[in-house]
């Protein structure tokens, strides 16, 4: 909503201001009755020329708005710019649906890590309350390179997976976490009951911390359209 508003508040302003001023030159029924209420009878134009006056000042009331949000915008692109360049950026993540050979689902995790700092993973986890989908971390891969990894993990649990900070002039480091996907429970509207596969869209949330004197709590999350089998 606030893209669309940013994208064309500009230009419904602008539409506004020709609306008025076709109003206020050429006049309608409407225009025509309020005049003689707010003019006196005697007014030989003057009246009128306030009342174009001050829907002047109201347009520029409205553009200087518009225009605060243009600027308010673009010091937050500056902002998110300089952090960048600081090494204070959050890390981001995406995700890909794919299958072993053997045909299990599996959901491969990238996090990228914009920021200075190492940051360790820790959780990966479905949103919901309670969780419609649990993943369990098969592989850990940090810039191509697998780390090692206990098979015997717990569900959403991340191990020793460490992202180095980003380094200026270097490639952004990132991580691969392939991970298993089951469904704990039949979705609201899923399909049909019955079906094997379930359609599940769930939203991926992921913990980690970056690594500093004082570590920060970071919050990741990204969409997923997951079909599962699902038996009762």
């Known amino acids: ?8 508040a500009i230009w419904l302003a602008l539409l506004l201001f020709l609306a008025i001023s076709c109003i206020a030159l050429y006049g309608f029924d409407a225009t025509y009755e309020l005049l003689p ?11 009128f020329r306030e009342w ?36 204070d950026s959050r890390p981001t993540m995406y995700a890909v649906y794919t299958a072993r050979t053997s045909g299990q689902p599996m959901v491969r ?6 920021n200075r700092r190492p940051f360790t993973l820790a959780s990966i986890e479905d ?6 989908v649990s993943f369990m971390v098969q592989r850990c891969f940090v810039n191509e390179l697998e780390q090692p990894w206990s098979p015997h993990g717990y569900v959403g649990i991340i191990e020793g ?64 359209h997951l079909q599962l089998p699902w038996s009762p």
């Open 161 to 224: 997976c460490t992202i180095p900070g980003r380094v200026e002039g270097h490639p952004t480091p990132t991580a691969f976490l392939d991970c298993s996907a089951e469904a704990t429970r039949q979705p609201v509207n899923g399909g049909p009951a019955g079906h094997l596969y379930q359609s599940y869209a769930i939203t991926a949330i992921c913990f980690g911390i970056l690594e500093d004197e004082e570590p920060k709590e970071v919050f990741m999350q990204t969409g997923l």
């Open 127 to 132: 949103a919901a309350t309670p969780p419609s």
């Open 109 to 114: 995790f990238i996090i990228e890590n914009h």
């Open 52 to 87: 174009v006056a001050a829907t002047s000042g109201w347009f520029g009331g409205a553009l200087a708005f518009v225009t605060l949000l243009a600027i308010r915008r673009q010091i937050q692109l500056q902002q998110r710019q300089i952090e960048y360049q600081l090494g």
């Open 1 to 8: 909503m606030r893209d669309i508003f940013n994208k064309y």
């Open 37 to 47: 209420t707010a003019c006196s009878a005697e007014d030989k134009g003057s009246c």
